[in-house]
């Protein structure tokens, strides 16, 4: 027995099985407005573009919120990838794909145990389970950079329990652990995966969730908005540029199409100018 093996349980759950943006820039009021109603609906669809990825990329699916640094090579004696009592696996390619995966990234190296009894039981105690587990592990690994995942699934009821090595911790720690049985209940209820997929999908998707910190929406979407703000004010001052620019070309336009001899018959003072230098 491994001495001070941590162990994660899980409760029981229920189920069935398993082009761009194009700016323009003017002068008066009216451009002025719809330029600030264009970016009002920009910062409104980046916002629902940002939610939906977010919702798309595992909303509901706990935030990985440090950096892991995968396992040296070597750390693992490489082992099988599963033991199958219950009779679900018939395509152990499928299977391992993903378990593979998850090893390649975080040189932890996964087996699913699937079984429908523990300790005699249909219905196991939290104790069964991690004893259970535990001799197990002893059993079929000689290392600490294990990840046992006991997955006992009857009458409709599943349990997992994952339980890992000391050396595997420093990777698959109590939140990795989380967000394991977070895809476990996310894809156990999807009825298109085959029960190889079903595993295959939870190790990948969880490698990569917990090999990258989560970013979270709002900072993106607060980036974004400071962005277009910023466009705004720039928007603003080049528009007022360009207006003063144009109000100086038509008011020398205007001097220069001027007729200087109405000017002089219409202005008293100029007539006796030109007088004086005739």
Request: charged share 20%; glycine share 10%.
């Amino acid at each position: 027995m491994y001495g001070g093996r941590p162990y994660i349980g899980f409760g029981p759950g229920v189920g069935v099985g398993p082009g761009g943006v194009h700016l323009h820039v003017g002068g008066g009021g009216s451009r002025g407005g719809n330029l600030i109603i264009s970016i009002i609906f920009i910062v409104i669809f980046l916002s629902i573009v940002l939610f939906n990825l977010s919702s798309s990329s595992g909303g509901s699916i706990t935030a990985s919120t440090v950096f892991r640094e995968p396992l040296p090579d070597g750390s693992v004696v490489e082992t099988g990838y599963y033991t199958d009592d219950a009779g679900w696996i018939s395509n152990p390619a499928a299977l391992e794909k993903g378990m593979k995966y998850f090893y390649e990234k975080t040189g932890v190296q996964p087996y699913v145990y699937i079984t429908e009894e523990v300790d005699s039981s249909r219905d196991p105690s939290d104790d069964q389970m991690a004893t259970f587990a535990s001799s197990l592990y002893d059993k079929l690994f000689t290392d600490e950079a294990h990840l046992l995942l006991v997955f006992q699934d009857a009458d409709g009821h599943y349990y997992p329990w994952v339980i890992t090595g000391a050396q595997a911790k420093q990777v698959v720690d109590g939140e990795a652990v989380t967000i394991l049985f977070d895809y476990i209940d996310r894809y156990y209820y999807d009825s298109s995966l085959s029960s190889e997929e079903f595993f295959s999908d939870v190790f990948e998707s969880t490698a990569d969730r917990i090999m990258d910190k989560t970013t979270n929406p709002v900072f993106i979407i607060g980036i974004c908005f400071c962005g277009v703000v910023a466009l705004f004010i720039i928007a603003v001052v080049v528009s007022n540029v360009l207006k003063h620019k144009k109000e100086e070309a038509d008011r020398m336009e205007r001097i220069l199409n001027t007729d200087l001899s109405d000017q002089v018959e219409a202005s008293p003072g100029l007539k006796d100018l030109e007088d004086k230098y005739k």
